[in-house]
């Protein structure tokens, strides 16, 4: 049992949803909304980055770091923790969730409608994040999930536009049909087994003591009760015809935070649960979770294909792209010889840097729509010219998104590529087509958007303003160090990673940490 109390981690989670409690109780003006959230989501920033900078990946360093660990609920039938801490797996998370949220908070300069109640929705949702990839203890993640669902509805249904009601309505729909699954898988595998335990670092060090007292329900049922909850917010097809219609009609910091981390919470569910607790149900699986894989990025690519609105357009493309996180995950089938987790480590690379490009190009499109007041992409065109900087983040974040090498997308994509093959290499031809058909979709919307000749009616149109331009920067520059240098993150995901790949290769520890051969 991991135990201990730092604080940091704490603070880093709470800061945004303390800064929201500060503008509802003291903020007397918008200016003071915005410099009170903004000097909050920049603190978050160096916390996150403090946390993934003094995380310790090296050999022999504990798997899990800056514990912050509570009795909460301790009864003769029931016992859960506030445990806070992260690993090699949600380190890298936890920054990448200060960084966009920071973004967002730039990004909501332009906000004129309830100021103070719009801020402090983004706050709090910043807030739900953080606890996800930080929470150790089922219960308390299922809550800090929960809580995400609060303020993006109110961000979509208020400050959206076209069919907000319907969006945010379709979005919470599907997201809490995913969660009664995984409040069923939670309570099935606090009844089942011997450990009567909800702490996922026990699970996971013991995963195959899961069993060993007996079933409430099968383990199979377990596994995907949890795999619907998470393929419904990855999305996976066939569970993901909401993010187009949230994404089309959210506002920009909203789609940008949807995109860039609410999707990758349901891809760090899959790692860290359903990989992490159950994983001879992953071995047996593995060809169905290809399959869907599969499915997910060719049908996203072929549909994004059809697109003429630049927000619908990325929406399907995150479809196709969070495919190849299935995919990662369905690597661990390899038969007759030891897994590795270079498929695993793709996965999960995939979720950091699909969050920074798609980021960054909601950032972009945000910005062409507020001042060209269209995202239909046949009535632009020659923007390159009036929007130069726009532009050229635009640019950046379509070829890193395609997959060109030196940028973030790359080494994801190869990753997963690499790892997936030696499984199933009919299946990962089909994936590589697929991103095939991304760079189809994605040079004729940058083709169509920033060049051809100037249009009379953008004569007036001005570039990206100093506020507009800080969170293009931060993430132009995440996208080409991880492209150029992608070990600053390869090495702390694979220290995440290792253990449960261990497990998977016939490993596995008891609560009392011997180890044992299953």
Not at 28 to 55: E, M, N, P, W, Y
Not at 193 to 207: I, N, P, R, Y
Not at 370 to 392: C, E, Q, S, W
Not at 417 to 443: H, N
Request: charged share 10%.
């Amino acid at each position: 049992m991991i135990t201990g109390f730092n604080g940091i981690l704490s603070v880093t989670v709470f800061l945004p949803a303390l800064a929201a409690l500060l503008i509802w109780l003291v903020a007397k003006s918008d200016r003071q909304v915005r410099f009170i959230a903004v000097t909050a989501g920049l603190c978050d920033l160096v916390l996150a980055a403090a946390v993934f900078a003094i995380f310790n990946k090296g050999d022999g360093a504990d798997r899990f770091q800056l514990v912050d660990r509570i009795a909460w609920i301790n009864t003769d039938t029931f016992n859960a923790s506030y445990l806070l801490a992260v690993d090699g797996l949600s380190a890298p998370l936890v920054l990448l969730t200060g960084l966009l949220g920071f973004c967002a908070l730039l990004a909501s300069f332009h906000i004129q409608t309830r100021v103070k109640e719009y801020f402090v929705w983004l706050l709090v949702l910043q807030t739900a994040v953080m606890g996800v990839f930080t929470s150790l203890d089922l219960l308390l993640f299922f809550l800090f999930w929960e809580l995400e669902l609060i303020p993006m509805y109110m961000l979509i249904s208020v400050w959206g536009s076209g069919r907000k009601e319907y969006s945010a309505m379709k979005f919470l729909i599907f997201t809490i049909l995913g969660s009664a699954a995984m409040l069923i898988a939670l309570v099935g595998v606090f009844l089942s087994g011997d450990l009567k335990t909800l702490d996922m670092v026990l699970l996971s060090e013991s995963a195959n003591r899961l069993v060993a007292g007996g079933m409430v329900l099968p383990i199979s049922m377990l596994f995907w009760l949890f795999f619907i909850a998470f393929a419904i917010k990855l999305p996976t097809w066939p569970v993901h015809t909401w993010l187009p219609d949230a994404h089309t009609d959210a506002p920009t910091a909203a789609s940008v935070m949807l995109a860039g981390v609410m999707l990758k919470m349901g891809g760090y569910g899959l790692l860290r649960i359903n990989v992490g607790l159950f994983p001879d149900q992953v071995k047996i699986f593995a060809w169905a979770i290809v399959a869907l894989g599969v499915i997910s990025i060719i049908y996203g690519a072929i549909v994004t294909l059809k697109q003429t609105d630049l927000k619908r357009l990325i929406a399907y493309s995150s479809v196709s792209h969070m495919g190849l996180v299935l995919l990662g995950v369905g690597s661990v089938a390899v038969s007759g010889e030891r897994i590795s987790s270079v498929g695993l480590n793709g996965a999960a690379m995939q979720l950091f840097t699909h969050g920074t490009i798609t980021g960054l190009l909601f950032l972009c499109v945000g910005l062409i729509y507020d001042k060209a007041h269209t995202r239909y992409i046949p009535d632009l065109g020659g923007l390159a010219n009036r929007m130069p900087f726009v532009a050229i983040a635009f640019l950046i974040a379509g070829l890193a998104s395609l997959g060109l090498p030196g940028l973030s997308g790359f080494v994801s994509e190869i990753l997963v590529f690499l790892g997936t093959f030696a499984a199933f290499p009919w299946p990962t031809v089909l994936a590589v087509f697929g991103i095939v058909l991304a760079a189809g979709y994605i040079l004729w919307m940058m083709q169509r958007t920033l060049f051809g000749p100037d249009l009379p009616r953008f004569a007036t149109l001005s570039d990206a303003s100093l506020v507009e331009a800080v969170p293009l920067v931060l993430l132009i520059i995440s996208i080409v160090v991880v492209g150029v240098y992608p070990a600053i993150l390869t090495t702390v995901f694979e220290s995440g990673l290792n253990p449960m790949v261990e497990v998977m290769n016939g490993l596995t520890n008891d609560v009392s940490g011997t180890l044992i051969t299953r």
